[in-house]
């Protein structure tokens, strides 16, 4: 295995090196036909469908329900160490502590004729979450769970709906259902991929639908959220995970290295990139990828996802880096980096970014607070993290006074009247009899 090793003069020079790049933001048109059909077979056989594709792709054995009772979620959770137990309060509370911040509150405002206006703050009634758990459940993503049930929790979502495959025997990853405990969710349903999204979505007679549906997933989860946006609200269409990090001569090239395996191991798809000003680094962090990712248990996806998608890129000077850091808007950004806090305000597009040689990016997949549900495939450039505002709608209120309608009818009905709608100039004049003079 050894990742591409590119070498760039100036920041336009990327986009035609970054060709290779592009392949990963189309899933295929057979993916898409596939998801299509099982939305379709979901939306007309409700849990019969449910039931066969668990059969067919998890457990071939499977037995309903398909809702885990509070008893069995509770018995399985008591399972867990009292160490694991320990770390995922731990991460919890660190979570939680964050997304208290972000709460915004109603606000009204009076103006001197007496009218008010507003904003109301509520959060939406119901939340499916979707937590991977990898090919037969050897990637259970408890941190998933935390990093998007906290939200919906600060937001004051009174219904949470989790929804994650069963591994082959049927069972869920006691971890998962210690996290579930621990956040006082009970309701669990064994059910994965493309047709969980569909439930959630569409409803069926044990899984009622609900308004939102957030959390990872593969290719296929993604592109299910992407057909049914607008019959349900999501998160965001996630693709493939990725890391940029942007490392000078004092950056340790094992660090760097283990930095961008720890992305790869993720999926076959994932990018691992590293942008570096000093090329003796690059060339000694290539080296270190091909030793760490031998010893590494996904060796296999790790190589994979670095032959394909993986690339160390140097450049002549941190301003370049920067500014392909930039056109890249990777999901995680790391500034391994003499002086990150001098590096970070060129930076405007990218997920979360990761400050120095002390913080990796698990750091925050895991413990430091801030969520791990980020943008990918350039879409920082438009879009945020995860966060308790995903859980919430705005509602503006607009309570004007009769003198305020008796000052702005005029205006009103002209420009309606420019518009060409001659009812809506009506509606504001109708009043104007009855008004008192200003």
Known sequence: MTC????????????????????????????????????DDVRARGDEALLEYTRRFDCADFAPPLRLSEQDIARSA?????????HIGDAARNIRRFHEAQKEKSWFETLPDGSILGQRVLPVDSVGLYVPGGQGGSTPLISSLLMNAIPAQVAGVRR?????????????????????HLLDIDEVYRVGSAWAIAALACGTPSLPAVDVIAGPGNIYVATAKRLLQGIVGIDMIAGPSEVLILADSSARPDWVAADMLSQAEHDPLAAALCLTTDIPLGERIREELDRQCASLPKAQIAAKSLQDWG?????????????VANMIAPE????????????????????????GHHCP???????????????????ARFSSALSVQTFCKKTSIVATSAA????????????????????HARSAEIRGQHLPRA
């Open 311 to 323: 690339a160390v890129i140097t450049v002549p000077h941190m301003d370049v880096a920067v500014a």
């Open 78 to 86: 008591a399972s867990v160490s009292p160490e694991c137990h320990a």
């Open 160 to 180: 949470i709906a989790v929804c994650t495959p069963p591994r082959a025997d049927g069972s869920i990853d006691p971890a998962i259902l210690a996290a579930a």
């Open 4 to 39: 591409r090793s590119i070498s760039l003069q100036s920041a336009q020079d990327w986009p035609r090196a970054a060709q290779w790049l592009a392949a990963r933001r189309n899933p295929g048109d057979n993916v898409e036909h596939a998801v299509r059909a099982i939305i």
């Open 361 to 379: 990016e698990p750091v925050g997949d895991y413990f430091a607070g801030p969520n791990h549900v980020l943008p990918t495939l350039g879409t």
């Open 404 to 423: 305020f309608l008796q000052q702005s009818r005029e205006a009103i009905a002209a420009l309606a009247r420019m518009e060409g709608l001659e009812a």
């Open 332 to 355: 995680h950004l790391e500034l391994c980096v003499r002086d990150p806090w001098a590096v970070l305000p060129g930076i405007r597009h990218a997920g979360a970014v990761f400050m």
